[in-house]
């Protein structure tokens, strides 16, 4: 890990001024995703052909392990056959291992879109306010009389009460959902790591069953005695597996989130602002809002011994499923 | 792991059989494996398709890494700015531990084309003592009295006495390579698996510097103070990776084989045999007899510290590259 402790790209000194003006045709395409959320809807693409190739390697150990076994029939070499026969159930778990390992990082992904889903439903906040702000510019210009300023600049502050609602509930679901994401990922990672190196210590041990000793023509070789040894170390290998258990790192949350995305110690305060400003549509409260409504017991995550990462989205919530089938 | 103890597939009843008699058309087409090497050859083929996910992982880690280090800097937020960056260098060393696990399956894949190869230089041996047999019982039936049986049954020792030398060093190599290139397979999976291990608890541990409390509207987030902290870690996640050690169970081999892969123990006897029988065209030797030539020191797994696998071949022999690459 000899490289710079940072792996930003340098190219983008753009990018973070184009966040916020740079969403002239989102509304022309349906596909297309406002800026703010670009970035994160990329990544999560990305992060599709990830889980696609852990998922394409997990088939092909599974089609490797039975192959292995069978070429190890082929050879009518009895203790060929056992070991490669064994070794090809130990293999053949790698890959459930490999697999099991896709769908988990699929979850973290799930939790990722909540941030994108906020992210896209925030822009609309933010390009109204800036409209605003613009038409009122203009009008000031060529009418300053105009009587419609007054109830431009009162657009405004409602406008502005709305944004920064949006800003809030960005940051809060931002942070929370960060932390989730790659909490439950490394504790992906740990899992398949600690599993596989179970599976792959006892295929070493398998290994030694295996008498290599060279014969000379026309000589034959010592039965093979080693069918129950060979039996008990896959036994062993499922016993271990069984009993294995995560222990991690607590990666504890302080984001006790309402409905709403504000923090539920504030939620009276936030009842006084939201009646003012969210009247028909709250902007980023339907998106990302409905997610947090089912925190019932929490992800994969949550379930290990020591990790206690609060308040944690369903990878499944029927409501985005709509979303989610346009990028996925 | 669940499952039955074998994995075997059950259709194949006929190839054991089918190995010794479904050379047709082997000698027609350059593509075609003989029937004896016909299994091992997918096996690899499946294998290369395997280590092309990881490598394809490994470079889909690295992408994401900078994608979310990117993304991280576009939130403005400078608390998700530093810990997705480095995060991100955390994610990236993932890929680069995928892409050296995708390398040292290669050369385990290495190792099992030398059990290949000489697959498919025993295939003629064979090949050729049937025939001898054919001809002389198709001349016994036509003329038994015929001068040229004396001389077929001349051929047919010499053939049977080459084919004895050939399935002895057919076995011998099968069960050398085989343990060898799952000791190397295994070990690269427990390397792996540790590293990423390592990466992931430091990974939890950075997750732990950002604070999710969330705000209401219009509140200031605290100034964001992890900074050294975070760059600690990525020191501490580095200085682990260094002083990683590999730490497996020994697969001793006693394969202690000659050039001619018959046991040096048995050089002398070995030396009569091949006089008398392996006169121009000694079969199997010339294949994967000069992979053993340069047993020097070892491939990856007898680099760590309690493995001794014996003679070990190198991945790259220059020899076999033009066999290795009508195959990749």
Same mark, same amino acid.
């Given at each position: 890990?000899n490289?710079?402790l940072?792996i930003?790209s340098?190219?983008?000194s753009?990018?973070?001024s184009?966040?916020?003006h740079g $969403?002239? $045709?989102?509304s022309?395409?349906? @596909?297309?995703?406002p800026e703010l959320?670009k970035k994160?809807?990329?990544?999560?693409k990305?992060e599709?052909?990830?889980i =696609?190739n852990y998922?394409a #390697? /997990?088939k092909?150990?599974?089609?490797i392990a039975?192959?292995l076994?069978?070429? /190890?029939?082929?050879t009518?070499?009895? #203790?060929i056959?056992?070991?490669?026969?064994?070794?090809?159930v130990?293999?053949?778990e790698?890959g459930? =291992?490999?697999?099991l !390992?896709?769908h988990?990082l699929?979850d973290s992904r799930?939790i990722l879109?909540?941030?994108?889903n906020t992210?896209?439903?925030?822009?609309?906040s933010r390009?109204?306010?800036?409209?605003i +702000?613009?038409?009122?510019a203009?009008?000031?210009a060529?009418?300053?009389e105009?009587?419609?300023?007054?109830?431009?600049?009162?657009?405004?502050?409602?406008?502005?009460a &709305?944004?920064?609602?949006a800003?809030?509930?960005?940051?809060?679901?931002?942070?929370?959902?960060?932390?989730?994401? !790659?909490?439950?990922? $490394?504790?992906a990672t740990?899992?398949?790591? &600690?599993?596989?190196?179970?599976?792959?210590?006892?295929?070493?041990?398998?290994l030694n069953?295996?008498?290599?000793?060279?014969v000379?023509p026309g000589?034959?070789r010592p039965?093979?005695?080693?069918t129950?040894q060979a039996r008990?170390?896959?036994?062993?290998?499922?016993?271990?597996?069984?009993?294995? +258990?995560?222990?991690?790192?607590?990666v504890?949350?302080n984001?006790?989130l309402n409905?709403n995305l504000?923090p539920?110690?504030a939620?009276?305060? +936030? +009842?006084?602002l939201?009646?003012?400003?969210?009247g028909?549509?709250?902007? /980023?409260?339907?998106v990302?809002?409905?997610?947090?409504?089912?925190? #019932?017991d929490g992800s994969?995550?949550s379930?290990g011994?020591?990790? @206690?990462? /609060?308040p944690?989205?369903? #990878?499944?919530?029927? =409501?985005? &499923?709509?979303?989610v089938?346009?990028?996925a």
């Amino acid at each position: 890990m000899n490289r710079a402790l940072s792996i930003r790209s340098n190219k983008n000194s753009n990018s973070s001024s184009g966040a916020r003006h740079g $969403f002239s $045709f989102s509304s022309l395409r349906g @596909t297309v995703q406002p800026e703010l959320s670009k970035k994160l809807y990329k990544l999560i693409k990305s992060e599709n052909h990830l889980i =696609q190739n852990y998922e394409a #390697a /997990g088939k092909e150990r599974l089609s490797i392990a039975s192959q292995l076994s069978d070429w /190890g029939e082929a050879t009518t070499d009895e #203790a060929i056959s056992d070991i490669s026969d064994k070794i090809g159930v130990l293999l053949s778990e790698l890959g459930e =291992q490999e697999d099991l !390992y896709a769908h988990n990082l699929d979850d973290s992904r799930a939790i990722l879109k909540t941030i994108r889903n906020t992210e896209k439903s925030v822009q609309p906040s933010r390009d109204s306010k800036a409209r605003i +702000q613009d038409d009122i510019a203009k009008l000031k210009a060529k009418e300053p009389e105009s009587a419609k300023l007054v109830t431009l600049e009162q657009e405004l502050v409602r406008a502005e009460a &709305e944004n920064l609602v949006a800003e809030a509930q960005l940051t809060n679901v931002t942070r929370q959902k960060l932390k989730e994401a !790659y909490a439950a990922e $490394f504790a992906a990672t740990i899992e398949r790591a &600690e599993k596989q190196i179970i599976l792959a210590r006892h295929g070493r041990r398998l290994l030694n069953l295996l008498d290599d000793t060279p014969v000379v023509p026309g000589d034959i070789r010592p039965a093979y005695e080693h069918t129950n040894q060979a039996r008990q170390i896959l036994n062993d290998a499922e016993d271990d597996l069984k009993d294995w +258990q995560p222990e991690l790192e607590d990666v504890p949350s302080n984001a006790e989130l309402n409905d709403n995305l504000m923090p539920s110690s504030a939620s009276q305060r +936030q +009842q006084t602002l939201e009646g003012s400003v969210m009247g028909g549509e709250s902007v /980023g409260h339907h998106v990302a809002g409905e997610h947090l409504e089912q925190n #019932a017991d929490g992800s994969r995550i949550s379930s290990g011994t020591s990790v @206690t990462t /609060g308040p944690v989205t369903q #990878a499944n919530y029927p =409501q985005s &499923e709509s979303v989610v089938s346009a990028v996925a």
